[in-house]
Nanobody, 125 residues
Framework: QVQLVESGGGLVQVGGSLRLSCAAS??????????MGWFRQAPGKEREWVAA????????YYADSVKGRFTISRDNAKNSVYLQMNNLASEDTAVYYC????????????????WGQGTQVTVSS
């Protein structure tokens, strides 16, 4: 089992920034691949992939909607993954989820097998 706990969400104005954190724990933490990702789900919408990072952090991937504004990173010594979100827009309002995959990285929901409970991000104009 892998436990994931997100934090750092909140209320921010359009154009502002937030940094989300995801703390991972559990005996199965060092799994083959061990890619990590962030997803988000807005009210009435499907959960969508936002960003992904490989185990070493050497490669990162982003949805077009956040490319250039969001940055995913990880600190394996702290078993943590981060999502730095800059120049936030109202469309970024959603619950953000951290997720872990057995693969090197993933971009689809079905590729991730462990999920956090989510943290709310609200961007107001």
């Amino acid at each position: 089992q892998v436990q994931l706990v997100e934090s750092g969400g909140g209320l921010v104005q359009v154009g502002g920034s937030l940094r989300l954190s995801c703390a991972a724990s559990g005996p199965s933490l060092s799994r083959y691949g061990n890619g990590m990702g962030w997803f988000r789900q807005a009210p009435g919408k499907e959960r969508e992939w936002v960003a992904a990072i490989t185990r070493t952090g050497a490669r990162t991937y982003y949805a077009d909607s956040v490319k250039g504004r969001f940055t995913i990173s990880r600190d394996n010594a702290k078993n943590s993954v981060y999502l730095q979100m800059n120049n936030l827009a109202s469309e970024d309002t959603a619950v953000y989820y951290c997720a872990s995959t057995y693969y090197e990285y993933g971009t689809r929901r079905g590729e991730f097998d462990y999920w956090g409970q989510g943290t709310q991000v609200t961007v107001s104009s």
